[in-house]
C-alpha cells in the first residue's frame, strides 16, 4: 500500500515534465529572493506550454503551524545538504544508528516548553513521528509538486512524494506521503515506516472566515536487536576483514520488534468579526477554534521471552501495547490594533486515556491500567513591534483537571541593522512527567510500575540570547534550571530499566557558534557547540564539544546550466557516557560506565543543479577503515560504516 501510493504521486506529477523552467534574474532582484522563477527570460526557450506566464516563485507559499511564511525554495545551498537526510531537518545535535529509520541518540538538549500536559512515551520513536508543529499549509498559483528519492541500507528506499493545488484563489489541497523500506547492514534491524498527511486551507472571497485542517496517518516499525552481545564488541573494534560484513554478528536477540502508529485530524478556524475598512485602519477583532483529536499506540512484541530482560510473567510471546486518546480544544480571540499591539485570550481544554487493557497484580501490589480524565486551562499571548525593537509574550495555566502545569514564555528582540539582529528570551514551564514514567505494563515482569501518586511536576526556568548577523556570527547561548528532572536507568547489577526523578536541582548551559567564510568559489561552514552540566553530572550526560566543518567549491557549468557543489563535511563530538537504547521502551537512559565519542565523521559529497532537480550523491564516513573502528551510536549500537549513497529531489510547476 505504501508503495503503491508512492507510484501514484510520482505519475500524477509527471505531467509538469511538459513545462520548461529557467530563471528570471530580474524577477530575483525586484522580489529579493535568491530562487529560481516560473519565468523564463531566455528568448530562445519556447514559453508556448507555460500557463502561467506571471507565476513567480515568490507566489509558491509555505505556512507554517505559526502563520510563518516563506516561499519554495529549489536552490541548492549547503544548508539543503544538512537538510538531505531521512528527517529534512538539519541533525547537527544528533547521531543516528546504522539503519535509515532507527532512532537518534541525542547530543544535546533544549528543554524550553510550552506545554502543560506530559507526551506520550516511547520517545525514541517520535523523531520522525510528525506532530501538529511539523505540519506545512500551501497556497500556489499553479499546481506544485515535490519528489525526494534517497537510497536507504542493503535492500529498501526512502520516497517522499508530495503534490498541491489551489483549485481557486481561496481553496488549497495537499496530498503527501513519506515511504521507507531498509533492510539494514546488521542482523535483524529493518526499518518499515510511513507517513501521510493530507492538508487544505479555504479563505473566503472577503477574507474574514478562515480555516485549516489536516489529516496525518503513520506507521513507524523497527526490527529490534538489542544490539551487539558484549563478547563480539572486541571483534568489531578490531576491523578484522572477517567482521567487516556485519551481518555475520549475532545480536542480543532477533525475534522482536516495536511499531508506532497514530492518525490525527486537526481543525483551525477562525472569523474575522471587523469588517474589512476596520482591518485597513488596524483594527481588527477575531475569534477562532482548534480541534485535535489523535489516536495512536506503541507496541513492543516479542515471539518468546528472554533472559536480557529478566523474568516474563509467560515464557511464550511478549506483547505490550499502550494508547493514548487525546482530544483537544481551543476557543480564543484576538485582537490587533496598530497603537495597542496584538492580543490573544484562550480558554482550552483537554481530553486524555492513556493505558493499557487489564490490571496487573505484582508482589501483591496492583498496577493500575488507565490514567485517564480532563484538563481545563487558560491563556494568553501578546506582541508588538515598535520600529527596531519588538516584544512577545505568551502563557497558560492549568486551572482545573487532573495535572496541574504552566508556562510562561518572554521574547524580545532588536534589529541592529539590515545584517544584525539581536534577541533575549525567558521560559518558565511545569508539567507532569511523560505518561511512560508515571504508569508502564509489560509482560516483563521488571517493566511494571506506577507512580502517578509519587513523582512531581518537572520544572524547567531557562534564559536565552541569540545574534543573527550575516557579517559577524550566529551566536546562542542559553542557560537551564531543572527540578525534579526524570530519567530511565538501570539499577545496580540488573537488565532492566526503571524510572527516576532527581532530588536536586540541574544546571546546564549551552554555547553555539556558526559562521560561513567565503573565499572566491570556496567556503568554510563552521558550527560549534559548547555545553557543560554545572550541577547534575551522572544524570545529565552531554559532550562538552560538538563540532562541523563544511568546506566545499561552489561553481556554475555548461553556461550555467549545472550548479555543482562539491566539500567534505567533518563532524565531531568529545567523549562522554551516552545514554543507551532500550528497545522495550524505546527510550533512551542514563547510563555511565561507557564513554562514547572521540571519532572523526568524514563525509564526502558532491550535489548538483539542474533546473527544478538537485541531485546529491555523497560517501559517507569515508575515513571509517583508517581512523579506527570505536564508533557508535549508543553502546552495544554500532555507529554507520564507510558508504556511498544517493539521492535526487525533484519539483514540478504546471
Same mark, same amino acid.
Given at each position: ?85 531521512? &528527517?529534512? =531537518?538539519?541533525?547537527?545535535? !544528533?547521531?543516528?544508528?546504522? /539503519?535509515?529509520?532507527? +532512532?537518534? @541518540?541525542?547530543?544535546?538538549? #533544549? ?71 531498509? &533492510?539494514? =547492514?546488521?542482523?535483524?534491524? !529493518?526499518?518499515?515506516?510511513? /507517513?501521510?498527511?493530507? +492538508?487544505? @486551507?479555504?479563505?473566503?472571497? #472577503? ?448
Amino acid at each position: 500500500m505504501k508503495n503503491l501510493l508512492c507510484i501514484v504521486l510520482f505519475f500524477f506529477s509527471l505531467k509538469g515534465l511538459a513545462q520548461e523552467i529557467s530563471v528570471d534574474k530580474a524577477a530575483l532582484k525586484r522580489n529579493q529572493v535568491v530562487n529560481d522563477t516560473m519565468r523564463s527570460s531566455n528568448k530562445s526557450t519556447s514559453n508556448k506550454n507555460i500557463k502561467n506566464q506571471d507565476a513567480t516563485i515568490d507566489l509558491y507559499k509555505i505556512i507554517s503551524f505559526e502563520n510563518d511564511t516563506t516561499i519554495v525554495d529549489t536552490t541548492l545551498t549547503i544548508k539543503k545538504e544538512y537538510k538531505f537526510n531521512y &528527517l529534512r =531537518k538539519d541533525n547537527f545535535e !544528533l547521531l543516528n544508528f546504522s /539503519n535509515l529509520g532507527q +532512532t537518534y @541518540n541525542t547530543l544535546s538538549s #533544549n528543554f524550553y516548553s510550552e506545554r502543560t500536559m506530559p507526551l506520550f512515551g516511547a520517545r525514541a520513536r517520535h523523531f520522525n513521528y510528525m506532530e501538529i508543529e511539523d505540519i506545512n499549509y500551501y497556497h500556489v498559483p499553479t499546481p506544485f509538486t515535490e519528489l525526494l528519492y534517497k537510497s536507504a541500507f542493503e535492500q529498501g528506499q526512502l520516497l517522499d512524494a508530495f503534490f498541491t493545488v489551489n483549485t481557486s484563489e481561496q481553496l488549497n489541497f495537499s496530498i503527501a506521503y513519506k515511504g521507507l523500506r531498509s &533492510l539494514g =547492514k546488521y542482523q535483524h534491524i !529493518l526499518t518499515s515506516t510511513g /507517513n501521510f498527511r493530507f +492538508t487544505t @486551507n479555504y479563505t473566503t472571497k #472577503n477574507r474574514r472566515y478562515k480555516v485549516r485542517a489536516h489529516i496525518v496517518m503513520q506507521d513507524l516499525m523497527n526490527q529490534e536487536n538489542g544490539g551487539l552481545q558484549d563478547e563480539d564488541l572486541v571483534n568489531f573494534e578490531t576491523g578484522d576483514e572477517e567482521f567487516l560484513d556485519r551481518s555475520v554478528f549475532d545480536p542480543n536477540f532477533e525475534n522482536a520488534e516495536s511499531i508506532l502508529e497514530g492518525k490525527r485530524f486537526h481543525l483551525e478556524h477562525q472569523y474575522q468579526i471587523t469588517k474589512a475598512q476596520d482591518s485597513i485602519a488596524n483594527n481588527t477583532l477575531i475569534i477562532g477554534n482548534n480541534i485535535s483529536f489523535e489516536d495512536k499506540y506503541y507496541q513492543f512484541t516479542q515471539t518468546t521471552q528472554n533472559d536480557y530482560f529478566g523474568d516474563a510473567f509467560l515464557s511464550s510471546s511478549i506483547n505490550d501495547k499502550v494508547t493514548l486518546e487525546d482530544f483537544y480544544n481551543r476557543f480564543y480571540a484576538s485582537y490587533h490594533n496598530k497603537d495597542i499591539g496584538h492580543l490573544r485570550l484562550n480558554l482550552d481544554y483537554n481530553n486524555f486515556n492513556y493505558g493499557y487493557d487489564t490490571v496487573v497484580f505484582l508482589d501483591d501490589n496492583s498496577i493500575t491500567n488507565r490514567i485517564k480524565g480532563d484538563v481545563l486551562s487558560v491563556g494568553g499571548a501578546y506582541n508588538k513591534s515598535f520600529n527596531k525593537f519588538s516584544i512577545e509574550g505568551e502563557l497558560g495555566v492549568n486551572v482545573s483537571g487532573d495535572f496541574e502545569g504552566n508556562f510562561f514564555k518572554a521574547k524580545a528582540s532588536y534589529k541592529i541593522n539590515d545584517n544584525t539582529k539581536a534577541l533575549a528570551t525567558f521560559n518558565s514551564s511545569s508539567r507532569a512527567p511523560n505518561y511512560n514514567f508515571q504508569l508502564y505494563q509489560s509482560d516483563y515482569l521488571n517493566y511494571n510500575w506506577d507512580n502517578t501518586s509519587l513523582f512531581k511536576n518537572i520544572n524547567t526556568q531557562q534564559i536565552a540570547f541569540q545574534l543573527q548577523s550575516k557579517k559577524i556570527a550566529n551566536l546562542s547561548f542559553d542557560y537551564t534550571i531543572i527540578d525534579n528532572y526524570t530519567y530511565f536507568q538501570k539499577e545496580t547489577d540488573t537488565t532492566f530499566v526503571k524510572p527516576y526523578q532527581a532530588n536536586s536541582s540541574i544546571n546546564y548551559f549551552r554555547l553555539k557558534l556558526n559562521k560561513e567564510i567565503k573565499y572566491g568559489k570556496f567556503a568554510l561552514d563552521n558550527t560549534i557547540m559548547y555545553q557543560e552540566v554545572l550541577n547534575g553530572e551522572n544524570i545529565l550526560n552531554v559532550p562538552k564539544i560538538i563540532t562541523r566543518n563544511t568546506l566545499y567549491y561552489s561553481n556554475h557549468f555548461f553556461k550555467k546550466a549545472l550548479y555543482l557543489q562539491t566539500g567534505v563535511i567533518f563532524n565531531y563530538f568529545s567523549e562522554y557516557n551516552m545514554n543507551a537504547y532500550d528497545p522495550i521502551l524505546a527510550e533512551f537512559y542514563v547510563q555511565n560506565n561507557t564513554k562514547i565519542g572521540n571519532f572523526p565523521r568524514l563525509d564526502f559529497f558532491i550535489n548538483a543543479k539542474v533546473r527544478q532537480t538537485r541531485i546529491y550523491l555523497k560517501a559517507e564516513h569515508f575515513n571509517s577503515a583508517w581512523t579506527g573502528y570505536n564508533y557508535y551510536s549508543a553502546p552495544n549500537y554500532p555507529y554507520r560504516d564507510f558508504t556511498v549513497r544517493f539521492g535526487i529531489v525533484w519539483n514540478f510547476f504546471l
